[in-house]
């Protein structure tokens, strides 16, 4: 559908969804706002709605095979340490 689309169109779809988003954007939104009015209401002061939006992290770096080998390695030998209550 997109590579159908024409540039025109596709800007003010664009332009749409600035001024009208839709998905997880505004439930993000809507819940920050609601969590930053119930911590006014519970004395937090200047709780503003961008304390609550979610954080975007980075996705983990892919570790090496020795690291993977490594961690491995240090579970299997605690979980197949002997215990002794």
């Avoid at 997109?2 to 009208?20: H, N, T, V």
């Avoid at 996705?59 to 090496?64: A, F, I, L, T």
């Avoid at 240090?74 to 209550?85: E, R, T």
């Amino acid at each position: 559908m997109l590579a159908d689309m024409p540039a025109g169109l596709f800007a003010q779809w664009c332009e749409y969804d600035r001024l009208e988003p839709w998905g997880d954007e505004v439930t993000n939104n809507q819940l920050a706002s609601l969590c930053a009015i119930v911590a006014q209401f519970a004395g937090v002061k200047n709780a503003k709605m961008d304390d609550f939006l979610p954080i975007e992290k980075e996705p983990p770096k892919p570790k090496s095979n020795e690291e993977l080998h490594a961690k491995f390695t240090q579970f299997a030998g605690l979980h197949n340490a002997k215990v002794n209550y």
